[in-house]
């Protein structure tokens, strides 16, 4: 069944989690690449997360320095601001109780390198084959967030990766590059003053250079675009312009969010065919108020909005995820599996469970003095709660939502 959902606003508060950040390398076809990984505190080994970037030479914390003209006409509000959208989402995420595996792009750390498609667009292979190394990670509960360019990527790369058990797609083209590249030209043009018969005219050429390679109309001659020559752009074609059928083929829980003020991926774009084509079960999400970047107009980090949508979305798919206590003494892993809450610790015991509502009326509760406990919520209605837990070192409380 496929569910449409718009927020207005999500009251998901996430505890944090005390984690480890660590550099690391991977290899992809024959190059070193610079990667980050977050673990969370706990027992794992931990559900995770790979975070696909966005089509430009991205560091892993995806740096957007906001500077220049057309900033100054588009975002206004961000000017002069450093966005760092991979690091703010990589962090709350694995606050959350997720590791985190974020990297540099290829043509960042290797500017001059020869660009294949493999090469270019496909390092998460590489990066799952690298985390199947480690043992703090569960590489059975696999998650790929492609951004923008890479939500392209991930259900193509999924679709021989049985690992990948969840896909999510954050402000995803649902056209080809050639139809949003001239609509985006045309777009800042009109916005910020600028020529828009040129922008009019490069936008047809590109659609002209974009529809010859297609029809097999070039030769090793052909000039490159953007310096990626035909013959790539043809292999690029032939697996992002099937973004649907990929996602079909993968046959992954997969979640898309859209958000109300992205102009490079207007979320409304051919929502309807694009709907009617995914014909895999699929939640489709539309966060108002947010850019490309997944910012406000005013504020330079990811909203946390994406997060806590996010992170809602996979507890109903991905178990268990550890969270931390508010207060300190230690972590929990606690799981929610057919409505039974487990809430499991090495370090306390626990005496006591008690489950209110937002409005702190009592639900449920047990009494347990153990290292586990659990309680059954399966006549409770789908909702948020609050998990009031006392321990032999004090009291402790985490929001949970029952789906």
Known sequence: MRTIYTFLLLLFVQPIIAKTSLNV?????????????????????????????????????????????????????????????????????????YAVLTYDKIEFTHPTTTISFYRIWMPIKSAIAYLKTRNDVDTNQIILIGHSES????????????????????????????????YQMV???????????????????????CADVRNGNYTSSTPPMFGVSAAVWDDYFNVMDSVAINYNLAAKSTLFIGLGDDFNVPVATELTRFQAEVTIPADFYTIP???????????????????????????????????????????FDISIQNDLITVNSAMVTIKSI??????????????????????????????????????????????????
């Open 25 to 97: 390398t991977f290899t992809h076809d024959g190059l070193s690449v610079n990667a980050r990984i977050q673990i969370p505190d706990g027992s794992g080994p931990h559900p995770v997360i790979i975070i696909g970037p966005g089509s430009g030479a991205n560091d892993k914390d995806g740096t957007i320095p906001m500077v220049g003209g057309n900033v100054a006409c588009l975002y206004p509000g961000l000017l002069n601001n450093t966005l760092t959208p991979y690091k703010d989402l990589s962090e709350a995420l694995s606050d959350s109780g």
């Open 151 to 182: 939500s392209g990527t991930i259900p193509y790369i999924a679709r021989t990766e049985p690992g990948v058990k969840a896909l999510i797609s954050l402000a995803g083209p649902r056209r080809p590059i050639d139809s949003i590249l001239p």
């Open 187 to 209: 777009y800042i043009a009109q916005t910020c003053g600028g020529d828009v018969n040129m922008a009019i005219a490069q936008g047809q050429q590109i659609q002209q250079y």
């Open 289 to 331: 108020g947010l850019n490309h970047y997944m910012t406000t107009a005013t504020v330079p980090t990811v909203a946390e909005v994406v997060t806590d949508t996010i992170v809602h979305w996979l507890r109903g798919r991905i178990y268990p995820a550890s969270v931390a206590t508010l207060e300190g003494g230690g972590v």
């Open 354 to 403: 008690h489950v209110t509502d937002m409005s702190g009326r009592l639900i449920r509760s047990n009494e347990c003095m153990d290292f586990s406990c659990r309680i059954d919520m399966s006549d409770a209605a789908p909702a948020m709660y609050i998990l009031n837990i006392t321990t032999s070192a004090g009291r402790k409380a985490v929001k949970v939502f029952l789906q």
